[in-house]
Structures are given as structure tokens and as C-alpha cells.
């Protein structure tokens, strides 16, 4: 059974970068698509972007300028990376594997709470 | 961007009702829309892909349908364990975005 978990600090101060890891087992990260996902407190949920194996790259344009996402087969990560961030990115951080090209997200991780703050 | 839309925004129902959530896209999606089950502290649920296809282990009073811009999640037959906030996402576009969320809760 593939399980992701995410890790990374939980409080960031304002203009900083925000870096988070996710570590997948139970399964190879090769030739899947994996993914980033935030919900703000109490409110719905928005994707950030997502990476393939190889390295490809799709990105939410809103959060386009700050975003890297990166992927280290071989440690079975990948990795968010967001810049100068505000209160307004204060969420809970969700990784998560895409069922193919287009595909659902099928497996989550029970997510993080990054919090934006000086 | 493509905009989802749900329909209503909140519900409350008794168990062992029926229950029935829309979404609406913006634009034509085909068939790229899934439905996902969220409770609250934890990660959303795959409950429905490809607007129709049932997720592995997830109970059959769920059933998804709908294709182009409007798409249906029903609940056959309520149960304790499916109050929760429900969510679209759509998948077509190159800029995925999902549903502002239905919340179902107990009458």
C-alpha cells in the first residue's frame, strides 16, 4: 500500500521560503505523477502543481512565479519549495500520487499545518 | 481557468436518505472530474474518478455520473460515516481546480 507522508517546519516567517518534503513508501516514485495541494484553515482546497518522475513540471500560473517542485528518485521524495511567502499561505500542505496523466489523486498524505508568521 | 461549481453549498439529511450534490464546470471537461469525501483533521478521500468509476473500497450507495459541464454525486442511502465535505476536482485543463466543497451534515 503506497503511503506519502509530508515533512518540513511548520512555522515560516513572512518573505521566506517555504520548503516541504514528501517521502513516498510502499511503492516507486518512478513513472507517476505526484502532486502538491493546500487548504487554508476552514476553507476548500487548492493545487499548487505537479511533478512527473522525469522531472516535468506543471504549475497553478497564480502561484507560478513562486513555486519549484522537485522530485529525488532516488530517496523516493519530492519536494515543494515556495517563495516569499505571506499570511495568505498559511494551509494545510497536502502531497499527493496522480493516477496517470489527468488522473484522480488516488493516495494522500495526511498533511501538514505550515503556519506564516512572524 | 476553469471554474467548478457545487451545488448547494451545505445540506443536512437524515441517514438512510438520498442525497445529491452537483457540480457544474465552467466548460466542457468531458469526463475529467472526480469526487472526493473529506472529514475534518483529515486528508480528502478518492471516492469517484472519471466522473463515474468507483474507487477501489469505496462503498457502492456512491455513485457518480454526468459528462461535459455537469455532473452528479449521489449517496444512495446515507450513512453515519459519509457526514463530511465533499469536493470536485476537474482535470481537463492544464490548470486542475476543484469545487468550493459541499458540507453534509446531520438533520
Known amino acids: 500500500q503506497v503511503q506519502l507522508q509530508e515533512s518540513g517546519p511548520g512555522l515560516v516567517k513572512p518573505s521566506e521560503t517555504l520548503s516541504l518534503t514528501c517521502t513516498v513508501s510502499g511503492g516507486s516514485i518512478s513513472n507517476y505523477y505526484w502532486s502538491w495541494i493546500r487548504q487554508p484553515p476552514g476553507k476548500g482546497l487548492e493545487w499548487i502543481g505537479y511533478?512527473?518522475?522525469?522531472?516535468?513540471?506543471n504549475y497553478n500560473p497564480s502561484l507560478e512565479s513562486r513555486v519549484t517542485i522537485s522530485v529525488d528518485t532516488s530517496q523516493n521524495q519530492f519536494s515543494l519549495k515556495l517563495t516569499s511567502v505571506t499570511a495568505a499561505d498559511t494551509a494545510l500542505y497536502y502531497c499527493?500520487?496522480?493516477?496517470?496523466?489527468?488522473?484522480?489523486?488516488?493516495?494522500w498524505g495526511q498533511g501538514t499545518l505550515v503556519t506564516v508568521s512572524s | 481557468d476553469i471554474q467548478m461549481t457545487q451545488s448547494p453549498s451545505s445540506l443536512s439529511a437524515s441517514v438512510r436518505d438520498k442525497v445529491t450534490i452537483t457540480c457544474r464546470a465552467s466548460?466542457?471537461?468531458?469526463?475529467?472530474l472526480n469526487w472526493y469525501q473529506q472529514k475534518p483533521g483529515k486528508a480528502p478521500k478518492l471516492l469517484i474518478y472519471a466522473a463515474s468509476s468507483l474507487h477501489r473500497g469505496v462503498p457502492s450507495r456512491f455513485s457518480g455520473s454526468g459528462s461535459g459541464t455537469d455532473f452528479t454525486l449521489t449517496i444512495s442511502s446515507l450513512q453515519p460515516e459519509d457526514f463530511a465535505t465533499y469536493y470536485c476536482q476537474q482535470s481537463y485543463s492544464t490548470l486542475w481546480t476543484f469545487g468550493q466543497g459541499t458540507k453534509v451534515e446531520i438533520k
Open positions: 511533478i512527473y518522475s522525469s522531472g516535468s513540471t
Open positions: 466548460q466542457n471537461i468531458t469526463t475529467y
Open positions: 499527493a500520487r496522480v493516477g496517470g496523466y489527468r488522473g484522480p489523486f488516488g493516495y
